[in-house]
């Protein structure tokens, strides 16, 4: 019987959910850290949980075959010295819907001025002004894996005009036109909206930068979702202070959480989330693992496997 | 040659678009109060604006055969005693995208909690705790006509169920389950969200009353965009002040503009707008006028042509 190990917060509610989807036996153990267990782990051939705690693990999984992260980013198994001698699974289809209602949260807001309206009424103003509108807006989506696949589908409901920038991949048909390579600011020239959701590796560390920011239109909107490394936060408050940018949307930073004496707390026109955009309920969460566990009891090929030197 | 008069405050763009689409010859005259025209205006069949201001012109149309409206509502030509020897139609397809746009704007910020988020960012608060999401709530929409079928629609693509409470029609097929004559508190039981889209008519007045509001999940949300008259402003303010509706969003009221004494500009978890949900930009609103037009010419039916009697 292969041996499951579940080290996470939230390890008794997955055991509970994945001991309820009816799997062939498993013998499971299931932990919120590893000091919970005394010496090695020797039956554990598949680890799900958190990339953070997993790493701590990894010297004592003697016959580790396969680790399932509940996050996208997987950062901490990444880190060079580290084994990779087992299969690595980051994540998927988990948080593009959540992710998705947050970012059309914000971008409808914008267009319809949420928060003057509010202003409005408390002052006592009847503010007939009107507002923007979605249809006709274009969208740029820095990275499109599956959420930004998701963002696509839900920015062509709206009427908008999409365009995405990636590596190479152009998965998603709901993309109008998608850029590679040297040609970023050609891909941010003309955009309303940007929307960062890359993964985090050294291709991507500060890819929003001042040189990005200054190819924006005046009055774009800059929404990062993905990793805070992506973005110049320098660049970031000279293009919101000069109002060249006429907001900014950040749910990720360099350092979380942020320490309270950063500038951005109190920027004008950048509004923050505090790394809650994508939601993570547990029935969610153990869906990649049971697709997947259905693919490795039957020998097949893993969804959303990690290349190690790609770093995702 | 047939006559057309353009009676509204953008009569001068309206003719710009109107001459630009190319139509048969039309003689039109294009003004943007009554009082601009001396005595009748013997040439003009057909009439396209603001149905206050085509009311004041009613006496003065002896060939009058049909009047176009910019606006859903039509009730000033709906007075007792005023003629209705002439085909009425009212906008159509013309405000759904935008209403959209702001219904979702409020049902992602309510379950994103976009004002709470700013709040701990001004007091420099890292608030991890999660928020919710429209997939799997209910929405309930008063009135199902074009503007509802938009919101079905969209409501549908972010994986939500959908009612709709009509008087007999079913004619989205984006709602899930329809309700009609008594039934509308056995619609209103359940709902996570209720939006009013409803015309003003007898039938409809006060329909959102104390009953109906007690009918509600505690925690249920308003949003109000159909007409003032819909809602009993008194039953409302209770609801909102027993707590158990968690928050009213409101673009029309009974008396426009809403006087400075009113309670509801200070009432907690009411957010108002200003009729303002609706957008109106001319190359919107002529669309309508050209579709029935060309119906016009050809002899054949108008489309959204007004009952008198039934007031929409």
Sequence with gaps: MPGLLILAKQAQEYRRLIEAAGLP???????????????????????????????????????????????AG??????PGLRRDYLLTNAFDVFGDSMCEYVFAYLLA???????????????????SPGGRLRGRTLGLLGVGSIGAELARSAKHFGMQVRGYTRSSESSRAVDAYYHGDRVLEFARGLD???????????????????LLQALPPGAVLINLGRGAA???????????????????????????????????????????????????????IRPFLENYARFTRGETLLHQVDFERGY
Tied chains: 1, 2.
Aim: proline share 9%; charged share 25%.
């Design 25 to 71: 036996p498993l013998e499971v153990t299931a932990v919120t850290e590893p000091d919970e267990l005394a010496g090695d782990a020797p039956g554990c051939e598949i680890v799900f949980g958190e990339a953070r705690l997993i790493r701590e693990m990894l010297p004592r999984l003697p016959r580790l075959r396969w680790v399932q992260t509940t996050s």
């Design 74 to 79: 997987v950062e901490p198994l990444l880190e």
């Design 110 to 128: 914008h267009e319809r001025r949420l928060f003057d309206r509010l202003r409005s009424q408390q002052t006592r103003h009847w503010d007939h």
């Design 193 to 211: 909206y940007l929307v960062c959701v890359v993964p985090n590796t050294a291709a991507t560390r500060r890819i929003v930068d001042a040189a």
């Design 231 to 285: 973005l110049d936060e320098t660049a970031l408050l000279q293009a919101l202070q000069s109002g060249r940018l006429a907001l900014a949307v950040l749910d990720v930073f360099e350092h979380e959480p942020l320490p309270p004496e950063h500038p951005f707390w109190q920027t004008p026109n950048l509004l923050m989330t505090f790394h809650t955009s994508a939601l993570h309920e547990p029935h969610d969460m």
